[in-house]
């Protein structure tokens, strides 16, 4: 059910959903408008992993919820609305690099489902590859859409241009790296910090995509 899903949520998620239902009524009650829009955007983005749970045979550990949520925040709400982008030189250095991490875990966790939890059926330094692979596609691509728009609609989403692609990118490897290896490590029973753990957590809640996962 819906609701036991919302209770199951960590503390985190929780606090940020509650800091964004205050910030749409403080908005909506002093007229200000463009706040109450992102405040509501941002408080549907981070209530879809929840609804999407279960819906196409995967289900989120807490932790992966808690991620998507306190990313949102701290992307839309934080950094768009109060200006966090502008306010810290490190605020967009660090989303870069944590989102990159995010998505070394996921694509470590792709290729891993494709083996169905065959720990046995590649290398566990070409699965990591292959993880690694997934994130910096997905970074190079996020790159190229940044471009696009600021050629298209004159958007200043590169802010310096090349050097704030090129920062991206190495941004992008150095997170996706640390997320891949975390991948190769639980392979080889290893510990990573809570990455692991959270490598961990998934494939114990989605046991049907990992048939052949022995320990």
């Given at each position: 059910m819906l609701g036991e899903r919302i209770k199951a949520q960590s503390y985190i998620t929780h606090t940020i959903w509650v800091t964004l239902a205050f910030a749409l009524f403080g908005a909506l009650a002093t007229g200000r408008w463009s706040l109450a829009f992102v405040a509501l955007a941002t408080l549907v983005l981070t209530f879809l992993p929840v609804l999407a749970d279960g819906r196409f045979g995967i289900s989120l550990p807490v932790?992966?919820?808690a991620a998507i949520a306190l990313f949102a925040f701290a992307t839309i709400f934080l950094g768009e609305a109060f200006d966090f982008y502008g306010r810290y030189w490190w605020w967009d250095i660090a989303l870069h690099g944590g989102s990159a991490i995010g998505f070394g875990l996921v694509g470590f966790l792709f290729v891993f489902t494709l083996f169905e939890g065959n720990r046995?059926?590649?290398?566990?330094?070409?699965?990591a590859f292959m993880g690694f692979s997934f994130a910096i596609t997905i970074g190079t691509v996020w790159e190229v859409f940044e471009?696009?728009?600021?050629k298209a609609f004159g958007l200043n989403m590169q802010k310096s241009g090349l050097l704030d692609t090129m920062g991206d990118l190495i941004l992008n490897m150095a997170g996706a790296s640390i997320g891949a290896f975390s991948g190769f490590l639980y392979l080889k029973g290893r510990s990573l910090g809570g990455l692991t753990g959270v490598l961990q957590e998934f494939v114990q809640k989605n046991r049907s995509l990992f048939r052949k996962l022995r320990r």
């Open positions: 932790r992966f919820v046995y059926a590649a290398p566990a330094w070409a699965v471009f696009g728009m600021d």
